[in-house]
């Protein structure tokens, strides 16, 4: 999918492209993007004062010496021209794309796992970071902006990957962040609340996730034949996807999980699978099925499978530090009211105290979710501690206040602002048997307020306070 034949002529000989005028350097092409808060048309003198040599642009701009050109969406042009600059990689990569609200990360994870055990060499690029075996090439955003997204996998076909398993968010589906881009696979999770500052509502934001499977080249999508938009999709992609759930053409039949891992058996056509994994929790049967749909339709040996499942480990992600007295933490990226439920039942379930649940929610982001998550941490805890996550701008405190809205039994609720305090708050009141669930910052290494990111990382702080006192594994 090239860019107007006019811009392509142009990055034959430009020196880089970019949408953020303080990047521009001699011989670039700026591209002029209309933001949430910034508008790039009003930095195209900038951009050409610091060597720009065209500004692409989408509507009138007076007062400007320097060359434009317009077009209808210089978003779609830009990841156009990401493409076509940094030599089209997807066509001679295999891309692996997975979209959904809950089980992205995890669902990348297994697949490099399994690829890799399959002797391809795989890349991944999402939530936690952007790497390639060992090497790192970036840190996490979701999915980054379309110059990143199209140089990240120039670099990773360069450095030898046959494939890149990258987690697509509805944003960037929505901003053309990965347009351009030639799939293997495309992958649907599920769709639950979030993301609705953004979208506004549920409807648009499934379109925006259904971009994926209707906009964009690629040979078999898999889909969750259980979730309600799944099932919208497979009915519009008939024999072009693989469906997996308990009604799925690969279907679960049996999942059992505890504090060891898992273990679970599906069928596809006449054959039956069983597997063993190290992940924990009754909702990483779709994460799994969804990997191991992937990897039979792709002709994988299901031995290499097999090995891949037994040590995934994905960081943030239902991570179980124990204690010497007998309690565990576990630490959990769950940010939506869909995510608190799952983990939180899955704790419930497996526990033989106890629950004792710790989290908040992020600032400036959809409101409407916050009383939704307290209402799943009232469901499954025995104590809620509801404390600060990341509020960005917002006053923290209007942040609790929504979170309560959806708790009837206040007196299971702590409130402390303070995160490191309502974490050392919870694990000295817990006992043997009884678990600590930590939510909503997963990996984060950090704690964003009024704009400025604070070092702080969930499992840091848990080692800590168990450092003396117990046994972390």
Not at 82 to 108: D, I
Not at 272 to 283: N, P, V
Not at 390 to 395: A, Q, Y
Not at 409 to 433: M, N, P, S
Request: neutral net charge; charged residues 30%; glycine residues 10%.
């Amino acid at each position: 999918m090239a860019p107007p034949e006019e811009i392509s002529e142009i990055l034959l000989t430009a020196k880089g492209i970019t949408d953020n005028s303080k990047e521009v350097k001699e011989g670039f092409v700026f591209f002029a993007v209309r933001g949430s808060k910034f508008d790039g048309h009003n930095f195209i003198g900038e951009a050409f004062k610091r060597g720009a040599v065209v500004a692409v642009v989408e509507r009138e701009v007076e007062g400007c010496e320097g060359k434009l050109l317009k077009v209808d969406n210089t978003r779609r042009v830009l990841a156009e021209s990401a493409h076509f600059f940094f030599g089209e990689p997807s066509h001679k990569l295999n891309v692996v794309g997975v979209t959904g609200t809950n089980g992205k990360t995890t669902t990348t994870y297994i697949i490099e796992s399994m690829l890799r055990e399959a002797g391809f060499k795989a890349g991944l690029i999402g939530t936690v970071q952007y790497r390639l075996g060992e090497k790192v090439l970036g840190e996490g955003r979701t999915t980054p902006d379309p110059v990143t997204w199209h140089r990240t996998l120039g670099q990773m076909l360069d450095m030898g990957a046959t494939h890149v398993v990258a987690e697509v968010s509805s944003h960037a589906l929505d901003q053309y962040r990965v347009w351009g881009t030639k799939f293997e696979a495309v992958i649907f999770t599920n769709l639950t609340q979030d993301h609705l500052d953004y979208h506004g509502n549920m409807e648009s934001y499934f379109l925006s996730k259904r971009r994926l499977f209707s906009d964009y080249e690629y040979e078999f999508a898999v889909v969750n034949a259980d979730d309600p938009y799944g099932r919208r999709l497979l009915k519009d992609l008939k024999d072009k996807a693989v469906s997996y759930g308990r009604e799925g053409d690969l279907r679960i039949i049996e999942f059992e999980t505890g504090f060891e891992g898992s273990k679970i058996s599906v069928e596809l056509g006449s054959r039956t699978f069983k597997f063993r994994s190290s992940l924990i929790g009754e909702f990483q049967a779709y994460n799994l099925s969804a990997a191991i749909a992937y990897a039979l339709k792709r002709g994988l040996d299901p031995e290499a499978i097999q090995k891949a499942l037994e040590n995934i480990f994905v960081p943030g992600r239902f991570e179980v530090y124990r204690s010497e007295i007998g309690f565990l933490v576990v630490i959990d990226y769950a940010h939506t009211p869909d995510a608190v439920d799952n983990v939180l039942k899955t704790i419930k379930k497996l526990s033989k105290g106890k629950v004792i649940t710790v989290f908040g929610a992020g600032g400036d982001r959809d409101r409407g979710k916050r009383p939704l998550m307290g209402e799943a941490s009232e469901r499954w805890s025995d104590l809620i501690v509801i404390t600060s996550d990341n509020p960005r701008f917002e006053d923290p405190r209007r942040i609790i206040k929504d979170i309560l809205k959806g708790i009837k039994d206040k007196k299971k609720v702590l409130v402390i602002e303070d995160r490191r305090e309502a974490i050392e708050e919870a694990i000295k009141r817990a006992r043997e048997g009884d678990v600590v669930a930590i939510l909503g910052k997963g990996h984060e290494g950090y704690q964003e307020i009024e704009g400025v990111k604070y070092p702080f990382s969930d499992a840091r702080v848990v080692r800590e306070i168990l450092e003396g006192g117990a046994n972390v594994l």
